[in-house]
């Protein structure tokens, strides 16, 4: 053995020729690593987008800086150590006597004022029924900053002309001199097109875009300027300037910052910062599972394939090999499949999570602005991980043939290995009493869909702590359904072998067992958990809704003064004008409060009780006037306050106000939501008005009788619509489906991950037992009967893997249906879980019938001198 004392060139060199030698342990081992690699890097690059968040400017393009309102906000904290940060959930306005300080500043060649808002081209004339095209308005003065200039027509020079882009000019179908009905603020009124205009300089602008006159637009945006666009003076050193225009901004007192290269494009699109803490949690998230699942395979994976060696590494150690050099020779063979993984892994990993960010784009999850972002860090981080993992289990799969004499190590590798250690016996009460741990906290600590958060970890806690007692596991479970397998397959000799085989080689077995019981509880438990939470939150949006149906506008709100008018209709019993935001208390200290606010929804006082599901324990919800808001007992209690003390609340927009709570009332766990008056949020809005006014109709009034005086009320004031509320609760259904759909998505990858890991396993196996068919062969089992013992045992492990799965499943999904839904079952059909069964059952036996019959063809007597 004196040749594996060589040097690394040396030692590479037989790597590569075991390699050639051991083909199906090494492509295993090679699949599990290269896809681990993906998967772990595209949950990597998504971190890397969310982190970074270059949104590069479009429409903003011409401005070098750019002064937004600050949307940042500190957590007031019980000491100056204790606070966090959040995002406020509306635009903070600028106030617009800052543009005229910028202006004064020194290098500073121009600032433009930009009124910002949502409206709706609703067809060419008042009488047109042409397709709705909503548009962002603007000020003619913001046309130069991209810049916008008049391909037709000329500028709008009254305040019922409009400008509109090529694009939204196409889709309307008109030109220079029509007539156009547009929506916005609350109302629509008729313009005139006074020119058609088209970005220069070789801009593209993804948004649709309407220009109005600067008073207009200021008007339609409620009097609130969203940015100011500042143009430097030529030679003016950007930095330089930016750091004065903060200095002016600090001495103004002024809520804002000025930003500079990509971040102009959060400006354009607001979203983009919601967006971005939404994306690193997900991530962060899931990243973190794919790359704990992604270890367990690897792991499993490199361990089986390593410990089907003991019997080469027996007879190493009986011909002089150290166990020094057995380590040396493995750690080359296990570093040079890791660089072609990883070689692999890298090439494919970026264009992986392209298209996976591309689908979260798709999904409406990220604004498409946001450049997707894979550096080398996600790569190196992936790479790393799961080489050292690889190294790890293979040096546990070889542990006892690298270490044991001789001897020891032959008789082992003939009859099995030990499988209980005091290590692994430790470690599977840690991670058994880790998700024992997860379960007990998400029933006791977490409400709502908050609870989730710990579905993933608990899963993998119980997966790993299962998998660690497999042997043992799979040996009682084999034993306890043995008599069904005998009685199923009529006590013939292929049933009683399968069971034989099982029983006699349980470590083995339980190694396959191990890729199927994480594939269905990974599926199990995060299929049923997005159900559950569904059908919670569904649930929860049904309860709250005692609207009979709801009048809204396509874009920009509704203007509150329609509220007594509708409430005047025949049939309508009561309107409330509804909106909803997000706030944080700020006195007394709230310390439930972890950056995701209070949920706040605006309601009319006076007809609050019957538009909500709200019912007061104490005062009244008719009080809900000026600067007034109820609370969930709940809440109140936490914060030791009750009817008549007052809060210091900061609304979305960044102000703040005092407010006094006039009732206290029960919330739905995990779901509470303050009310107050909509005339007290909605300003403090970025739409700065009501969302809907919804409808209760009144007793004994039909729902088609409603709708039509709701229709006929809508189509006298155009840029309104009435909807039902079969369509609100579709509405909110179709939000939540989509949401859904993108935790599907990405379990659906680890998943698919996993059913790989199945099919590896399985297959590396029953390749490794080659010699033993061919001596079953020759001792007169006929090749169908060697396939139709592989059928038993596949199914032995199938149902094996399901049972521990479905229990590893279990202690995430009964504690996230007492905490979301308060019910012990989880919600969702059951072809969930016979869908998952049936792909588990198919993946393992074909997988074991595919690798039986490759390695039974040819001879009998050829099959065992092979394999010897």
């Keep these: 053995m004196a040749y594996l004392d060589g040097g690394g060139r040396l030692m590479f060199a037989l790597a590569w020729r075991t390699l050639r030698f051991r083909r199906g342990g090494f492509v295993a081992t090679f699949l599990a690593l ?31 800086l750019v002064v937004t309102g600050d949307r940042s906000y500190e957590l007031t904290g019980r000491s100056e150590d204790d606070s966090e940060s959040a995002v406020l959930t509306e635009r903070v306005p600028v106030p617009e006597s800052l543009a005229k300080e910028l202006r004064s500043t020194t290098g500073v060649r ?25 548009v962002e308005g603007h000020g003619w003065s913001s046309a130069a900053l991209t810049p ?28 220079p001199g029509d007539r156009i009905r547009l929506a916005a603020h609350g109302g629509a009124r008729t313009y005139e097109v006074s020119g058609i205009a088209a970005a220069g300089d070789g801009r593209h602008v993804d948004k649709a875009l309407v220009f109005f006159t600067d008073a207009r637009a200021r008007a339609l945006a409620g009097g609130e300027i ?64 794919a790359a704990m699942v992604a270890v367990f395979v690897v792991a499993s994976t490199v361990s089986l394939s390593t410990g089907q060696r003991h019997r080469e590494f027996a007879l190493m150690r009986a011909t002089g090999a150290t166990p020094r050099q057995l380590r040396r020779m493995l750690l080359a063979e296990t570093l040079l499949v890791a660089l072609l993984a990883a070689a692999g892994g890298a090439l494919a990993g ?18 498409n602005v946001v450049v997707h972002a894979q550096g080398w860090i996600p790569a190196a981080a992936a790479g790393g991980a799961l080489l050292l993992t690889a190294l790890v289990g293979g040096g546990i799969g070889a542990r006892r043939a690298v270490r044991a004499h001789p001897g020891q190590a032959l008789t082992e590798a003939a009859t099995g290995e030990r499988w209980l250690h005091p290590v692994r016996l430790v470690l599977a009460v840690l991670f058994l009493a880790g998700a024992t741990a997860l379960a007990i906290l998400t029933v006791l600590l977490f409400d709502g869909p908050v609870a989730a958060s710990t579905a993933g970890p608990t899963v993998i806690c119980a997966a790993a702590g299962l998998a660690l007692l497999g042997p043992g596991l799979t040996k009682l479970v084999t034993f306890l359904v043995s ?7 009529g006590r013939g000799p292929s049933g009683e072998l399968a069971v034989l085989n099982s029983r006699a080689r349980t470590v083995r077995m339980a190694s396959v067992v191990t890729p199927v019981l994480l594939a269905t509880g990974m599926a199990v438990g995060n299929l049923y958990l997005q159900t559950t939470q569904v059908q919670a939150t569904e649930d929860a949006f049904r309860e709250n809704l005692r609207a009979d149906a709801v009048v809204t506008a396509p874009v920009g709100g509704v203007d509150p003064a329609l509220t007594d008018r509708v409430r005047a209709l025949d049939g309508v019993s009561a309107a409330s004008a509804y909106v909803t935001t997000t706030g944080h208390i700020e006195r007394p200290h709230d310390g439930a409060d972890d950056g995701d606010g209070l949920p706040l929804q605006g309601v009319t006082g006076r007809d609050a009780a019957r538009t909500t599901a709200v ?48 009732a206290l009332f029960e919330g739905r766990a995990g779901y509470e939501t303050a009310l107050a008056p909509t005339s007290l949020l909605a300003p403090h809005t970025t739409a700065g008005l009501p969302r809907q006014i919804v409808v209760r109709a009144e007793p004994g009034t039909d729902e088609g009788a409603l709708m039509a005086t709701l229709n006929r009320f809508t189509a006298d004031h155009p840029g309104l619509q009435a909807a039902d509320r079969d369509a609100l609760l579709a509405a909110n259904a179709e939000d939540v489906q989509l949401q859904a759909w993108i935790n599907y998505l990405l379990v659906g990858m680890i998943v698919a991950y996993t059913a790989i890991a199945v099919v590896n396993s399985q297959v590396l196996s029953l390749t490794h037992r080659k010699r033993e068919f061919g001596l079953m062969r020759l001792g007169g089992a006929t090749r169908a009967q060697v396939l139709r013992t592989v059928t038993v045992e596949a199914l032995l492990v199938t149902a094996v893997g399901l049972l521990l799965g479905t229990l590893a499943a279990a202690t995430s999904l009964i504690p996230f249906a007492v905490a979301a839904a308060d019910s012990w079952l989880p919600s969702g059909p059951l072809w969930i879980y016979a869908a998952v069964a049936a792909t588990a059952t198919t993946l393992t036996l074909g997988a074991s019938l595919a690798a039986t019959w490759s390695v039974t063809r040819g001879r009998e007597t050829d099959a065992a001198v092979a394999a010897e």
Aim: glycine share 12%.
């Design 34 to 64: 290269f896809f681990g690699t993906v998967l772990v890097m595209s949950c990597g690059g998504l971190l890397e987008t969310g982190i970074r968040n270059n949104a590069p400017p479009q429409r903003l393009a011409g401005a070098d």
């Design 110 to 134: 121009s600032a433009v004022p930009e009124p910002v808002f949502d409206a709706a081209v609703l067809g060419k004339s008042e009488e047109s029924s042409g397709a709705r095209t909503e």
């Design 148 to 175: 916008y200039r008049t391909s037709a027509g000329r500028a709008p020079a009254a305040d019922d002309q409009v400008v509109l882009d090529a694009r939204t000019a196409r889709a309307a179908g008109a030109r």
């Design 226 to 289: 969203a940015d100011i666009a500042v143009v430097a003076a030529p030679g003016q050193d950007v930095g330089a300037l930016k750091s004065r225009l903060a200095e002016r901004i600090s001495r103004a007192d002024a809520r804002a910052k000025v930003v500079s290269g990509d971040e102009r494009g959060a400006v354009e699109y607001p979203d983009v910062e919601e967006d971005r803490e939404g994306l690193i949690v997900i991530a962060s998230v899931f990243g973190g599972l």
């Design 350 to 367: 970026p264009y992986a999570g392209e298209q996976l960010y591309t689908r979260l784009v798709d999904a409406g999850l990220v604004e």
């Design 483 to 489: 008599p069904l397998v005998r009685l199923l397959t």
């Design 615 to 662: 019912h007061p324990t104490e005062g009244k919800l008719t009080a809900l006037t000026g600067r007034t808001v109820a609370l969930p007992e709940g809440r109140a209690e936490e914060l030791g306050k009750g009817v008549g003390d007052t809060l210091r609340l900061r609304l979305g927009d960044g102000s703040a106000t005092d407010v006094r709570i006039v």
